[in-house]
């Protein structure tokens, strides 16, 4: 595939996870406008989660089955229903269907780096898994600022509408540009979700899948929770300064594209672990937000680039591993990521009501040493079965 064609991949994945992040800058303007009670607002956010969990499990696994092209398109254009209904929903129940749809079919994503890794030479995959990646923490990151601006512009359902219409471009673009997902065999829709069932029997699968957890958990930790302490004393951050951190950030995580080359060279499982040791190092530079912005600012950079070079290479290895089974591998890892993410934003929270910014950041650095843990404890498995790692 010529680089324009991972470009588009790499659109599709920040549009479609867009979808289920949107809401979390947003949440007091919908709240209000859609008559949810304050402390409703987190399902705003909870909803498209749960149904993005949902898909993981149950849709990502047909991209063995099917034409990943052709599932591209169709989840695309569902996803862009279920935003549309949020944008002209008159009451929360539509709003929360909306979100709901959106993020079922938001697993576009998975489906995406999926059809990128098995269409790429094995000896390129990591790269194009890197670049195509990296879409995700675009749009994850870049949602929040974009739903400020068009919120102050338009209102918060413009964003909605905007993302909808991007959802269809991309729909159209995927089905007329992208060549078709030949497959030689697929087998049945069970046996699919029997042997993602199976996959969490696998050492290697399980170990990935750990790391996932608490290298998400660490993630949420940080994008959850950070907010509270720079919008207070002594800071008083506005919501769109807060958002300028996302660009510290979208360079720390555009940067950590190279990891897919070092995973290309087999490096794979070391980069594994310098990059979790570095995901503490963040937490110790980001601890210091009391007295500095400058060595946090350091920290979100570090941090994001550790989260995306473990990300590519769990999923360089994993695919290498079955890849006949590249979308259920895929799938199956993220519902990891999910729960962890889940897991941090909800933990965030509340340590940071009991303790302060204080306690976030040594909870954030316990998810990121317990991933540490977990790697060290999986690397003789990793390097039985592949030796070159």
């Known amino acids: 595939m010529v680089r324009g064609l991972y470009v588009l991949l790499a659109a599709v994945c920040a549009v479609a996870v867009s979808a289920v992040y949107a809401a979390q800058p947003i949440l007091g303007e919908a709240g209000r406008d859609l008559g949810i009670a304050p402390d409703a607002y987190g399902w705003l956010v909870s909803v498209g989660q749960f149904g993005y969990l949902v898909g993981l499990v149950f849709l990502v696994p047909l991209g063995d089955l099917l034409d990943r092209r052709r599932l591209i398109t169709v989840h695309l254009i ?26 079922l079919f938001a697993v576009a994503v998975q489906t995406t780096v999926a059809y990128a890794a098995a269409v790429a030479q094995p000896q390129e995959r990591g790269r194009r898994l890197g670049f195509v990646t990296s879409g995700i923490v675009v749009g994850i990151l870049g949602s929040r600022l974009l739903a400020g601006a068009l919120t102050e512009l338009w209102g918060w359902r413009s964003v909605y509408l905007v993302l909808a219409a991007l959802a ?18 697929a087998g049945r829709y069970q046996d699919l979700l029997r042997d993602g069932l199976r996959s969490f029997a696998d050492p290697v699968f399980l170990s990935r899948g750990v790391i996932a957890f608490f290298l998400f958990a660490s993630f949420g930790t940080l994008w959850s929770g950070i907010a509270l302490p720079l919008s207070a004393a002594p800071w008083r951050l506005s919501e769109t300064q807060v958002g300028l951190f996302g660009l510290a950030a979208l360079a ?7 990891a897919g080359r070092w995973a290309d060279a087999g490096r794979g499982n070391a980069v594994t672990g310098i990059a979790l040791a ?33 990300h590519v290479s769990n999923q360089h290895i994993l695919t290498e591993l079955r890849p006949g089974r590249i979308s259920t591998a895929i799938g199956g890892y993220m519902v990891f990521y999910s729960l962890g993410s889940a897991v941090g934003a909800a933990a965030t929270t509340g340590i940071y009501s009991a303790v302060g910014w204080a306690g976030s950041a040594v909870l954030g650095i316990a998810f990121a040493g317990a991933a540490l843990l977990t790697w060290a404890i999986g690397v003789p498995v990793v390097r039985a079965l592949r030796p070159g790692d």
């Open 278 to 310: 570095a995901l503490m190092v963040s937490w110790v530079l980001l601890g210091q937000l009391r007295w500095t912005l400058l060595l946090p600012v350091l920290g979100v950079i570090v941090l994001d680039f550790a989260v995306q070079a473990v």
């Open 78 to 103: 569902v996803v862009a229903v279920g935003l549309g209904a949020v944008a002209t929903a008159p009451e929360a129940p539509m709003a929360f269907a909306g979100l709901a749809t959106a993020g």
């Open 168 to 185: 269809v471009v991309l729909a159209i673009a995927s089905r007329i540009l992208l060549p078709v997902d030949v497959r030689s065999s």
């Open 252 to 258: 720390g995580a555009l940067a950590a594209g190279r």
